[in-house]
């Protein structure tokens, strides 16, 4: 178990760190709005792009990343007369490194869709308007979990990306050169090793949050 | 009281029988599935009320069962599931209804993403009477009928109908429950039912073959408590450490929980079940997939892709499935000359079981030899195999039940070598439909009536289908999908995605084979979500008694 503000990383070496984040959505009617603040951010989250066009694709080393709307707790199997005292914008990510500079790096590389998302909860508006204020912001909205998500492994991601587009271009290599002779096999993979740079992390690569073998290969 | 109910902890009686048996191997060779919607509650309850009394339960026969005291085995079986929908108009309270799962409540048309019903599998393209027009649930109940002959299906099936009428007839509606037609068959896309048939050899015999040429039905999953045959646990149950998969020390009986709710499950819980527990208790859930066979498409790819590759056919048409043709596991027998040798041995013992002319003792011995035999066709594991070599690592079955080897032979990987595997089993009940002897057309009526039975359909058939099916990271095979089932949206296959490994020896100097442009095969046609309530449970939901407070 690890404990509040601890984030979840099992085990202790690894670079796998899992963010749980409930921040408290205003109660009330939004101004200039005949709705809630909460309906408001629900919109906002409902209008935002998803897969390899989600904001959150921008934030380096993002494994996989959850918003949600948290609007009471119940149960499964037991039944507990147990409410929210408040709806919650529930943000999960699952990410490479450590939290701080992977939260600074979420504003660096996001800011406007960060403020757009969050500007309805508490706090958020007067504390808000730096890197660190949103570091800080984060940390007092975090909760414990050990839960982590279990699809990847704890490399950084752009190495993870490497990784899959390598196996996949290198089966579709052998895939359709079954049967070439040594000489034809040899040149081959000389001009397939080219195409696709082994070494180079930013090279040719899958996109980050692409869903489809399709969308990962149009690298941008 | 009798004495297998005070042994097995599950009362047997409850629970209907299609859940336990698969009535295909206890000589029901035919079958039919006819479905319902329910436009009056009255008449639903009603009609309820009339069929439990006809349903056949899980209590054993007394031939196959561990049980001295079996029932005798009828002449046809019955059988109930509801849909959500059907529920709901059948007047169960909503606080029932809402403690159903998720998946349950879509319903499988609404799944249709997950389960890679896309393309020529969308749903709309499913049989007329898979067709919605309120986006509701068009099938609300389903009867299910085995029978041994033709004859006693036609009785069983004309008295559900006068069930139905008599139930109508209560309720002053002459529509009140409605049967549906709309099921395509080789008369039509308007059949009043679905038939469903085991394939007949040469000699009109009915067999064990699906329409690819495979032999099926072999592999069965082995719960506490279910009242079969305790050697069944033999490939059957949950692989155990450090013991051999021939015996029954390399086996556990899998919790009675995967298989029914109200009874704890592999996790050591009660699986999340709808409320009140009369409800729930001693029932399960149910797909029905009805899947179209492009038999011509499989024979045509498996010619001149065998000889693409230089392979034997048998040998190619082994490697898609983990078994040879005649059912022989490639991971125990690797050659076709072993395969045929071993296959042999089980049809002599076979036809000496049954041989009349034979002593009481010669047809014992031979039934012992044939039991024996029927252990070793199902007693392995991948242990021995886990690169693939024998069975490929991306093979139907090893895919639908890895048996272990996802501990990628790092012994102790995880408690317990099935640690992946023993809450994803499913226990499949379906019989083939149609006749696919004309192998010049896909387009004829020949498929699978593909039947999943369990205690969490997202848990375990989503998952199969989703991740194992349609999926391949799992088994470090990226996005390579299983050969059979694979399915393709509109758009032209890329043919190197399409594809399928052979693995070799790691250590060798052979070349693995890739199979590559594999076309779609299989095709979904229908069906949904059912849940199969126990025998008390539908008295409830017949008296309108189902009270969760
Ligand atoms: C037309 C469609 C299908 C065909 C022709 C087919 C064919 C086969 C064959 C020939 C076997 C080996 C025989 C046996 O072990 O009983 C098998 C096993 C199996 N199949 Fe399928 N199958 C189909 C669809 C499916 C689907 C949709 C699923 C689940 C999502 C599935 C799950 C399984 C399982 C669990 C086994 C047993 C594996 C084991 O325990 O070793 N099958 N199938």
Redesign the pocket.
């Known amino acids: 178990m690890v404990g509040a503000g601890g984030g979840g990383r099992l085990p202790k070496s690894s670079k796998h760190y899992g963010l749980t984040a409930l921040c408290p959505i205003k109660l009330g009617t939004a101004p200039g709005r005949n709705s809630s603040y909460e309906a408001v951010v629900r919109e906002t989250l409902a209008g935002l792009d998803s897969h390899e066009r989600s904001p959150m694709a921008r934030v380096p080393n993002t494994y996989l990343a959850r918003l949600y709307i948290l609007k009471d707790v119940f149960y499964e199997g037991r039944s507990q007369q147990e409410h929210l005292k408040s709806q919650y914008l529930f943000f999960g990510s699952d990410f490479h490194g450590e939290l701080e500079p992977y939260l600074r790096g979420m504003w660096e590389n996001i800011e406007p869709e960060v403020r757009l998302i969050w500007q309805h909860c508490v706090a958020f508006g007067s504390s808000v308007n730096s890197a660190e204020s949103f570091v800080d912001y984060i940390k007092k909205c975090q909760v414990s979990n050990t839960f982590l998500f279990n699809g990847s492994n704890d490399r950084p991601l752009a190495e993870q990306l490497k990784g899959l587009y390598l196996k996949q271009e290198f089966g579709d290599f052998v895939a359709s050169h079954q049967g070439a002779s040594d000489d034809e096999l040899r040149s081959a993979f000389l001009s397939f090793a080219e195409r696709v740079q082994v070494t180079k992390l930013d090279g040719p690569t899958w996109r980050p949050g692409a869903q489809t073998l399709e969308s990962a290969r149009t690298h941008s | 009281m009798t004495t297998f109910e005070i042994r097995s902890g599950v009362d047997l009686h409850d629970v209907q029988g299609n859940i336990i048996k698969g009535y295909g191997r206890y000589g029901f060779p035919v079958a039919r599935y006819v479905t319902y919607r329910i436009n009056a509650a009255v008449a639903g309850r009603t009609f309820i009320k009339l069929l439990v009394p006809m349903l056949t339960t899980s209590v054993p026969w007394s031939e196959s069962g561990v049980v001295e005291e079996g029932t005798k085995q009828p002449p046809s079986t019955t059988n109930v599931a509801l849909t959500y929908e059907g529920l709901r108009r059948l007047g169960v309270p909503e606080r029932s209804l809402l403690s159903f799962p998720d998946e349950f409540v879509m319903g499988m048309r609404a799944r249709a993403s997950i389960l890679g019903d896309v393309g020529a599998s969308a749903p709309k393209n499913w049989d007329p009477v898979w067709q919605t027009e309120d986006g509701q649930q068009p099938v609300h109940l389903l009867v299910t009928i085995n029978a041994e002959s033709s004859d006693a299906l036609a009785q069983r099936y004309e008295e559900v109908g006068l069930a139905a009428r008599a139930a109508n007839d209560v309720a002053g509606d002459s529509a009140g429950v409605q049967q549906l037609a709309g099921h395509r068959s080789a008369g039509g896309a308007d059949a009043a039912f679905q038939d469903g048939a085991a394939l007949r050899d040469e000699h009109g015999t009915p067999g064990p073959k699906?329409?690819?040429g495979?032999?099926?039905?072999?592999?069965?999953?082995y719960y506490k408590d279910s009242g079969s045959r305790s050697s069944n646990v033999i490939?059957g149950g949950k692989r155990l450490r450090d013991s051999s998969p021939a015996t029954d020390a390399g086996w556990a009986p899998l919790a009675t929980g995967e298989l029914l709710l109200g009874h704890t499950d592999e996790a050591l819980e009660y699986p999340a079940a709808p409320v009140p527990s009369t409800l729930s208790k001693n029932g399960t859930y149910l797909v029905y997939?009805k899947?179209h066979?492009n038999v011509a498409t499989f024979d045509r790819y498996a010619a001149s892709e065998a000889a693409k590759l230089s392979m034997e056919e048998n040998l190619f048409r082994a490697k898609l499935?983990?078994?040879w043709p005649n059912?022989a596991p490639l991971a125990s027998f690797p050659t076709e000359a072993e395969a045929n040798a071993f296959n042999a041995k089980l049809e002599q013992a076979k036809a000496d079981r049954f041989d009349e002319t034979a002593t009481p003792t010669q047809r014992a011995a031979a039934t012992e030899r044939h039991l024996e035999l029927k252990e070793q066709q199902s007693g392995f594991d991948y242990r021995e195999d886990i690169a693939g070599e024998s069975c490929p690592v991306g093979a139907?079955?090893?895919r639908?039940?890895p048996?272990g080897s996802l501990e990628f032979g790092q012994d102790h990987a995880f408690s317990t070598p099935g640690a992946l595997v023993n809450r994803r089993?499913?226990a499949?009940r379906g019989l083939p439909y149609g006749d696919s002897s004309d192998r010049s057309v896909d387009n004829g009526d020949h498929?699978?009536i593909?039947m999943?039975i369990g205690a969490s359909i997202n848990r375990q058939?989503e998952f199969?289908?989703q991740q194992?099916?349609n999926f391949g990271n799992d088994f470090r095979l990226g996005n390579d999908q299983d050969a059979?089932?694979a399915s393709w949206p509109d758009e032209d296959i890329d043919p190197l995605r399409a594809r399928m490994t052979f693995e070799v020896d790691p250590d060798g100097m052979e070349v693995p084979k890739i199979c590559t442009g594999i076309p779609q095969?299989?095709e979904t046609r229908g069906g949904d979500y059912f849940f199969v309530p126990s025998l008390t449970a539908l008295s409830a939901i017949a008296r309108g008694a189902v009270d969760p407070t």
């Open positions: 699906e329409h690819f495979y032999t099926d039905g072999i592999s069965d999953p490939g997939r899947l066979q499935v983990g078994r059912g139907h079955s090893r639908a039940n048996r089993r499913i499949r498929g699978i593909f999943a058939f199969v289908q194992w099916m059979l089932l095969f299989v």
